[in-house]
């Protein structure tokens, strides 16, 4: 028995029947928004406080709570019989951005400087990219460390709370900055070069395409052109924009082009703001206006998938009878 199975079994049989699949992956989705929400709750409340303990304990269990609802998606489609290609696409799609909106989320409550942040999200994003390639490209759902991480995740952030309450030194705060950073980046590399050895399908110029886009936004958050909370939500849209729609090519087996002009017009606004020299309500507008604009793109693509895939289902059902 897998990890994903022994952390979700006992809770299998408590799910009611009303309850769809696609349910459970929409409220994970609101548990992951609500981690990032919280680590930043935490910056507003005095170091060593009972406030920021307690908000550390509640986003370490709904770390827990959102690896759990991860497996239980799956697991729930399959037993119930509600299988579908719309759960598929829901559950892989989103993934993309839980994945970095987690990641910035353990950022946050251990402060991690800039570059150390920088490199876990461009590692993280890549392992899991190159999980979507494979699965595009040969059919085959290869999964990354993803329970573990997130098991990880809610451990560290336990971890944390209670050396600050205990009131460790900074020193030593640093130090569990650099070793949490550390695993999570050499997790990330170990998927990499395990995916990259064993399939041979990951070609260079779709690999040079996702990290060079997310390699312009990395240098304008180091130059400070953009904080770190900013930089998180760009990263994470960037990351569900990049990888995304190869899951919905995937899904609906149709050919993804992946020279995206979307992100290219992005991209154009960001160099535009960086030229731009200007006080603190320009520099928000320039830098929360493409994220708008690329999360508007998110949100349409997401729908016009689900869309497809409906009308694609009506019409299996109607051949069927």
Known sequence: ????????????????????????????????????????????????????????????VLAYASTVL????????????KTSKIGEFLDHYLDTIHIMILTGTVAVIFDFPAWMLAANMLLISTAYHIEILVLYDTKKFTTVAGVEGQLFLSACVLLRAFAMILNISDPVSYTMSVVVSGIGSIGALVEIRKLCYKFSVIDDERMLHFIAH???????????????FSFIIAFSFLNLAQTGPFV???????????????????????????????GEIWRNFWIWLPIIYLSGYSVRFLFDT????????????????
């Open 1 to 60: 028995m897998d990890l994903s199975s022994t952390i979700s079994n006992r809770w299998l049989n408590m799910i009611p029947t009303f309850v769809h699949p696609n349910h459970l992956t929409i409220l994970n989705h609101l548990v992951v928004w609500s981690c990032l929400y919280l680590a930043y709750a935490t910056t507003w409340t005095a170091e060593h406080s009972i406030q920021r303990f307690v908000l550390m304990i509640t986003i370490s």
């Open 70 to 81: 991860d497996c239980l998606d799956g697991m729930w489609a399959r037993k119930s019989g």
């Open 214 to 228: 997310h390699f312009v936004l990395i240098c304008i958050y180091l130059s400070g052109n953009i904080d770190r």
């Open 248 to 278: 919905g090519s995937h899904v609906l087996n149709v050919v993804h082009n992946h020279q995206n002009v979307i992100l290219s017009r992005w991209f154009f606004v960001l160099g535009l703001k960086c030229i731009v020299e200007s």
């Open 306 to 321: 689900i869309r497809k895939l409906g009308a694609s289902e009506r019409e299996r059902e109607r051949e069927k009878r």
